[in-house]
Protein backbone atom coordinates (compact mmCIF):
# COMPACT_ATOMS: atom_id res chain seq x y z
CA UNK A 1 0.00 0.00 0.00
CA UNK A 2 2.73 2.35 0.38
CA UNK A 3 4.38 2.28 -2.74
CA UNK A 4 0.38 3.18 -4.32
CA UNK A 5 0.65 6.14 -2.25
CA UNK A 6 4.00 6.73 -3.57
CA UNK A 7 2.89 6.34 -7.16
CA UNK A 8 -0.34 8.52 -6.36
CA UNK A 9 1.77 11.36 -5.25
CA UNK A 10 4.16 11.10 -8.18
CA UNK A 11 0.88 11.48 -10.32
CA UNK A 12 0.00 14.54 -8.81
CA UNK A 13 3.34 16.09 -8.54
CA UNK A 14 3.49 15.37 -12.34
CA UNK A 15 -0.11 16.79 -13.23
CA UNK A 16 0.64 20.20 -11.63
CA UNK A 17 4.13 20.64 -13.48
CA UNK A 18 2.76 19.23 -16.94
CA UNK A 19 -0.82 19.67 -16.77
CA UNK A 20 -2.52 23.44 -17.11
CA UNK A 21 -5.78 23.40 -15.20
CA UNK A 22 -9.08 24.03 -17.06
CA UNK A 23 -10.49 27.49 -16.71
CA UNK A 24 -13.40 29.27 -18.07
CA UNK A 25 -13.52 32.19 -20.13
CA UNK A 26 -14.11 35.15 -18.35
CA UNK A 27 -14.71 37.02 -21.51
CA UNK A 28 -17.88 35.39 -22.02
CA UNK A 29 -19.36 35.38 -18.35
CA UNK A 30 -18.07 39.08 -17.35
CA UNK A 31 -21.75 39.85 -17.05
CA UNK A 32 -22.52 36.85 -14.33
CA UNK A 33 -21.78 37.16 -10.81
CA UNK A 34 -19.25 35.03 -9.06
CA UNK A 35 -21.64 32.53 -7.53
CA UNK A 36 -23.00 32.45 -11.28
CA UNK A 37 -19.85 31.56 -12.73
CA UNK A 38 -19.26 28.80 -10.57
CA UNK A 39 -22.82 27.42 -10.88
CA UNK A 40 -22.51 27.51 -14.59
CA UNK A 41 -19.02 26.11 -14.50
CA UNK A 42 -19.75 23.16 -11.92
CA UNK A 43 -23.19 22.41 -12.81
CA UNK A 44 -24.05 22.26 -9.65
CA UNK A 45 -26.55 24.76 -7.16
CA UNK A 46 -24.65 24.55 -4.23
CA UNK A 47 -21.67 26.81 -5.19
CA UNK A 48 -19.57 25.81 -2.30
CA UNK A 49 -19.26 22.39 -3.37
CA UNK A 50 -18.65 23.78 -6.71
CA UNK A 51 -15.89 25.41 -5.35
CA UNK A 52 -14.20 23.22 -2.90
CA UNK A 53 -14.26 20.21 -5.57
CA UNK A 54 -13.60 22.29 -8.37
CA UNK A 55 -12.22 25.68 -7.63
CA UNK A 56 -10.21 24.60 -4.63
CA UNK A 57 -9.56 21.00 -5.69
CA UNK A 58 -5.97 20.66 -4.85
CA UNK A 59 -6.63 22.17 -1.28
CA UNK A 60 -9.27 19.72 -0.85
CA UNK A 61 -6.65 16.88 -1.98
CA UNK A 62 -4.80 17.90 0.89
CA UNK A 63 -7.13 18.27 3.36
CA UNK A 64 -8.47 14.92 2.95
CA UNK A 65 -4.21 14.06 2.96
CA UNK A 66 -3.64 15.62 6.04
CA UNK A 67 -6.88 14.01 7.59
CA UNK A 68 -5.06 10.56 6.93
CA UNK A 69 -1.72 11.72 8.34
CA UNK A 70 -3.49 12.43 11.45
CA UNK A 71 -5.39 9.39 11.79
CA UNK A 72 -2.01 7.47 11.54
CA UNK A 73 -0.46 9.68 13.59
CA UNK A 74 -2.59 8.76 16.52
CA UNK A 75 -2.15 4.88 15.54
CA UNK A 76 1.34 5.56 15.78
CA UNK A 77 1.72 7.24 18.67
CA UNK A 78 -0.55 4.83 20.93
CA UNK A 79 0.79 1.59 19.47
CA UNK A 80 3.10 1.28 22.21
CA UNK A 81 0.67 2.31 25.06
CA UNK A 82 -0.88 -0.79 27.21
CA UNK A 83 -4.73 -0.93 26.63
CA UNK A 84 -6.95 0.09 29.23
CA UNK A 85 -8.05 -3.43 30.98
CA UNK A 86 -11.90 -1.64 31.76
CA UNK A 87 -13.40 0.93 29.76
CA UNK A 88 -16.51 2.23 31.32
CA UNK A 89 -19.63 2.28 29.53
CA UNK A 90 -23.35 3.83 29.62
CA UNK A 91 -25.48 1.21 30.91
CA UNK A 92 -28.92 3.09 31.83
CA UNK A 93 -31.21 2.06 29.17
CA UNK A 94 -32.47 5.00 28.80
CA UNK A 95 -29.36 6.96 27.80
CA UNK A 96 -28.50 3.78 25.78
CA UNK A 97 -31.80 3.95 23.68
CA UNK A 98 -31.34 7.80 22.81
CA UNK A 99 -27.07 7.05 22.06
CA UNK A 100 -28.19 4.49 19.38
CA UNK A 101 -31.43 7.22 18.17
CA UNK A 102 -29.06 9.62 17.59
CA UNK A 103 -26.69 7.52 16.00
CA UNK A 104 -29.68 6.45 13.62
CA UNK A 105 -30.67 9.96 13.08
CA UNK A 106 -26.95 10.84 12.14
CA UNK A 107 -26.26 8.27 9.79
CA UNK A 108 -29.37 8.75 7.86
CA UNK A 109 -28.09 12.56 8.30
CA UNK A 110 -24.64 11.70 6.80
CA UNK A 111 -26.03 9.89 3.43
CA UNK A 112 -28.50 12.72 3.14
CA UNK A 113 -25.65 14.58 2.93
CA UNK A 114 -23.50 12.66 0.68
CA UNK A 115 -25.42 12.06 -1.79
CA UNK A 116 -27.58 15.68 -2.12
CA UNK A 117 -24.55 17.56 -0.74
CA UNK A 118 -24.05 19.34 -4.40
CA UNK A 119 -27.75 20.15 -4.53
CA UNK A 120 -28.54 21.83 -1.17
CA UNK A 121 -26.09 22.94 1.99
CA UNK A 122 -24.34 19.92 3.17
CA UNK A 123 -21.01 17.78 1.40
CA UNK A 124 -18.66 14.98 1.93
CA UNK A 125 -17.04 16.68 4.89
CA UNK A 126 -20.64 17.18 6.63
CA UNK A 127 -21.57 13.78 5.50
CA UNK A 128 -18.46 12.20 7.10
CA UNK A 129 -18.69 13.99 10.22
CA UNK A 130 -22.42 13.20 10.70
CA UNK A 131 -21.15 9.05 10.00
CA UNK A 132 -18.53 9.60 12.79
CA UNK A 133 -20.81 11.20 15.18
CA UNK A 134 -22.98 8.05 14.45
CA UNK A 135 -20.48 5.83 14.93
CA UNK A 136 -18.81 7.53 18.32
CA UNK A 137 -22.72 7.04 19.60
CA UNK A 138 -22.60 3.48 19.22
CA UNK A 139 -19.28 3.00 20.33
CA UNK A 140 -20.29 4.55 23.68
CA UNK A 141 -22.76 2.37 24.33
CA UNK A 142 -21.21 -1.15 23.02
CA UNK A 143 -18.09 -2.87 24.35
CA UNK A 144 -14.98 -1.87 22.47
CA UNK A 145 -14.53 -5.54 21.58
CA UNK A 146 -17.60 -5.82 19.68
CA UNK A 147 -16.62 -2.27 17.74
CA UNK A 148 -13.20 -3.86 16.82
CA UNK A 149 -14.39 -6.89 15.29
CA UNK A 150 -16.92 -5.02 13.37
CA UNK A 151 -14.24 -2.79 12.36
CA UNK A 152 -11.82 -6.07 11.29
CA UNK A 153 -14.79 -7.54 9.59
CA UNK A 154 -15.89 -4.97 7.03
CA UNK A 155 -12.01 -4.30 6.48
CA UNK A 156 -12.65 -0.56 7.45
CA UNK A 157 -9.32 0.11 7.43
CA UNK A 158 -8.41 -1.58 3.37
CA UNK A 159 -11.90 0.72 2.45
CA UNK A 160 -10.22 4.17 3.97
CA UNK A 161 -7.20 3.80 2.63
CA UNK A 162 -8.93 2.34 -1.05
CA UNK A 163 -11.36 5.96 -0.71
CA UNK A 164 -8.13 8.26 -0.39
CA UNK A 165 -6.25 6.62 -3.44
CA UNK A 166 -9.66 6.72 -5.91
CA UNK A 167 -10.48 10.64 -4.57
CA UNK A 168 -6.79 11.40 -5.62
CA UNK A 169 -6.79 9.51 -8.94
CA UNK A 170 -10.72 11.11 -9.50
CA UNK A 171 -8.93 14.29 -9.17
CA UNK A 172 -5.90 14.42 -11.00
CA UNK A 173 -8.61 13.37 -14.10
CA UNK A 174 -10.53 16.61 -12.94
CA UNK A 175 -7.84 18.42 -12.63
CA UNK A 176 -6.65 17.41 -16.15
CA UNK A 177 -9.55 19.00 -17.54
CA UNK A 178 -11.33 16.00 -18.46
CA UNK A 179 -15.02 15.65 -16.72
CA UNK A 180 -17.92 13.77 -16.75
CA UNK A 181 -21.31 15.26 -18.27
CA UNK A 182 -22.69 17.85 -16.06
CA UNK A 183 -26.25 16.57 -16.37
CA UNK A 184 -29.32 19.12 -15.80
CA UNK A 185 -28.63 21.60 -13.17
CA UNK A 186 -30.52 20.53 -10.04
CA UNK A 187 -31.37 16.73 -10.92
CA UNK A 188 -29.55 14.45 -8.79
CA UNK A 189 -27.22 12.90 -11.15
CA UNK A 190 -25.25 15.78 -12.16
CA UNK A 191 -22.72 18.03 -11.87
CA UNK A 192 -20.10 15.25 -13.39
CA UNK A 193 -17.64 13.80 -10.94
CA UNK A 194 -18.40 16.45 -8.06
CA UNK A 195 -21.50 14.59 -6.37
CA UNK A 196 -19.00 11.18 -6.56
CA UNK A 197 -16.40 13.13 -4.95
CA UNK A 198 -18.70 14.03 -2.18
CA UNK A 199 -19.25 10.57 -1.47
CA UNK A 200 -15.83 9.58 -1.50
CA UNK A 201 -14.57 12.14 1.13
CA UNK A 202 -17.97 11.22 3.06
CA UNK A 203 -16.89 7.73 3.31
CA UNK A 204 -13.41 8.30 3.93
CA UNK A 205 -13.98 11.03 6.64
CA UNK A 206 -16.18 8.36 8.71
CA UNK A 207 -14.33 5.24 8.55
CA UNK A 208 -11.27 7.43 9.16
CA UNK A 209 -13.38 8.66 12.51
CA UNK A 210 -14.30 5.54 13.38
CA UNK A 211 -10.33 4.75 13.09
CA UNK A 212 -9.81 7.45 15.79
CA UNK A 213 -12.86 6.09 18.18
CA UNK A 214 -11.70 2.85 18.35
CA UNK A 215 -8.00 4.32 18.70
CA UNK A 216 -8.79 6.26 21.50
CA UNK A 217 -11.24 4.18 23.15
CA UNK A 218 -9.02 1.43 23.78
CA UNK A 219 -6.28 3.20 25.36
CA UNK A 220 -8.25 6.45 27.20
CA UNK A 221 -11.48 5.27 27.33
CA UNK A 222 -14.77 7.49 27.10
CA UNK A 223 -12.92 10.83 27.31
Same mark, same amino acid.
Given at each position: ?????????????V??????NP??N?S?????????????D???P???????F????????????V?????M??????????????V???????S?????????????????LA?? @???? %??G??A $?? &?? *? =????? /??? #?????E???K??K???????????????????????? @?V?? %?????? $?? &?? *? =????L /??? #???LK???????A???????R???
Amino acid at each position: MKWVYIAAGIALFVKMLLIENPSPNWSEISDLSIVEVVVKDTGVPNAVSGIIFMNRLYDTIFEVVVFTIAIMGANFLLANEQPLGHVNQFTDQPSIVLARLGATICAFVGIELAIR @GHLS %PGGGFA $AG &VA *G =GTAIG /LIA #ITSSPELMQKIYKRWKAAFWEKISVLIFIVLSVITLS @GVQL %PHGELG $AL &VS *G =GAIPL /LNI #IVALKVALGSWAAVLIFVRYRGLL
